[in-house]
């Protein structure tokens, strides 16, 4: 089966608890681990911004409880390719607080200072979590 990465935004809704943050990252570490699913996290300003990488019936799978999961809305696919290695490769869900994504980091990779992964294009949206990914290597 080939290997595939999804990305999407999302809008936190009013459902959503600053707290269910923990909650999401528990039950994905979780499961991801047991389904060799990887990827990374951001949240900001609102905005949630996942890359999920697997099987093709794994991403696919995982994105039918992404869209039915009422803690946000708006769901909005940004990319969906074949993939031919992993770029999140040690982590069942990395996660980016929101202090990480930096004015100068969202300059670079969309129009505004102000992270917004509406206004980012898939590719810049997988650029800036590499970036984010590479400092997470720096530091640990
Ligand atoms: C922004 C966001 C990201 C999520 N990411 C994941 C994920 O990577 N893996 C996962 O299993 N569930 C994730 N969830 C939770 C799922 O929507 C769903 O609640 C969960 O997979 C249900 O797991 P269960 O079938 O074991 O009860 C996420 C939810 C939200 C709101």
């Known amino acids: 089966m080939f290997l595939t990465r999804l990305l999407y935004a999302s809008t936190a809704s ?9 909650d999401i990252l ?22 949630f ?7 093709r019936a794994n991403v696919n799978e995982l994105y039918h409880k992404i869209l039915n999961d009422k803690r946000h809305s708006n769901i909005t696919l940004l990319d ?22 930096t ?3 969202n300059l670079r990779f969309s129009e505004s200072s ?4 509406y206004k980012m294009s898939g590719e ?13 290597h720096n530091v640990t």
């Open 80 to 101: 969906y390719k074949e993939i031919s290695e992993r770029e999140f490769g040690n982590w069942s869900m990395s996660y980016v607080p929101d202090t990480s994504l």
């Open 124 to 136: 810049s949206a997988h650029k800036m979590m590499l970036e984010l990914r590479n400092a997470l």
């Open 26 to 47: 528990t039950k994905a570490r979780k499961n991801n681990g047991k389904l060799d699913i990887t990827g990374m996290l951001c949240f900001s300003n609102n905005y």
């Open 114 to 117: 102000i992270f917004n992964p």
């Open 103 to 105: 004015a100068s980091l």
């Open 49 to 55: 911004l996942q890359s999920i990488e697997s099987s």
């Open 14 to 22: 009013e459902q959503f608890k600053p707290l269910d943050i923990e």
